[in-house]
């Protein structure tokens, strides 16, 4: 079947639109979860792709008219997706990590769960923050930075050139660096109680150490870190939220 010129071109460019904004989508928090079936995750992209046609085939159906290579095109394209994808995805993981610590703290290390976002056992505590974290990111409206942030890399990243790889190297650097110290940054308070409770337990080990101080203390342990993990989480949530808006918005 031989299309019209101008509906093959219209496709084109369409599946050129498709091929960044579904590689972005596979990979940001939310949209690109395992835990969504593909199907209803590729229905969200050709639904997205299809509402930003009308902002972004222009310059699809430019690049095609100068003679960009299609099969060329849609692979950088994939790349260019990918990348920016897996640099929102490095910084959402900063609040798995402040989870992480948290249940290290308080003795929940052991207590794990499945997560399809880290493709493998993470401690119950991290699979909870990194839900609260998204819904807290929704309902702040972080994910339209996401989402604002496919439709400006067009001006950064143009349809038909190569994306620079040296740049995305180390942005994603920095990306971990403050991933890492975000991270870091959320679990500080328990952090801090973990440093005090454990200096104290090893204090009333010396004083009485024919007494198993250890379990003795550790149901205290899991009442007052989990009692310091409830009191802190509000914060913790609507900080993590600010500094992945700022991310998104250059403020690195």
């Given at each position: 079947?031989?299309l019209?010129?101008d509906l093959?071109?219209?496709v ?12 972005v989508?596979?990979l ?5 979860e395992d835990s969504i079936p593909g199907r209803i995750?590729?229905?969200i992209a ?5 509402a930003l046609?009308?902002a972004?085939g222009?310059p699809?159906r430019v690049a095609l008219?100068h003679?960009?290579?299609l099969?060329?095109?849609i692979?950088?394209?994939?790349m260019?997706?990918?990348?920016m994808g897996?640099?929102?995805?490095i910084?959402f993981f900063a609040?798995s ?5 948290v249940s290290?703290?308080?003795g929940l290390s ?7 976002a880290?493709?493998g056992?993470a401690p ?9 974290a998204a819904?807290?990111?929704?309902g702040?409206?972080?994910?339209h930075?996401?989402?604002?942030a496919?439709i400006h890399?067009?001006?950064s990243?143009?349809?038909?050139g190569?994306?620079p ?5 180390q ?7 403050r991933?890492m110290?975000l991270?870091?940054?959320l ?10 409770f454990?200096v104290?337990l090893g204090l009333?080990?010396?004083v009485?150490p024919?007494?198993q101080?250890?379990?003795?203390a ?8 989990l009692s310091?993990?409830?009191?802190t ?12 808006g700022d991310a ?5």
């Open positions: 079947m031989i019209p010129p093959e071109l219209t084109s460019a369409f599946f050129i639109v498709f091929a960044r904004v579904g590689a989508l596979m940001l928090p939310v949209f690109g995750r590729l229905m050709f639904a997205l792709s299809a046609y009308g972004l222009e699809a008219q003679g960009a290579v099969p060329a095109v692979v950088t394209e994939l260019t997706g990918l990348a897996m640099i929102v995805k910084l609040i990590m402040a989870g992480s610590i290290l703290q308080i052991s207590a794990v769960i499945f997560d399809p880290q493709s056992q119950l505590l991290s699979k909870f923050v990194g839900i609260a819904l807290v990111c929704m702040m409206q972080v994910h930075l996401w989402l604002g496919i890399s067009y001006q990243f143009p349809i038909g190569l994306p790889m040296q740049d995305f190297a942005l994603a650097i920095a990306a971990i660096g991933s110290t991270g870091i940054s679990a500080a308070p328990l952090i801090v109680y973990g440093i005090v454990n104290a009333s080990a010396r009485a024919a007494i101080v250890f379990f003795i550790q149901p205290l342990n899991l009442l007052l870190g310091l993990f409830a009191a989480l509000g914060t913790m949530l609507t900080v993590f939220a600010t500094q992945m998104m918005q250059g403020g690195w």
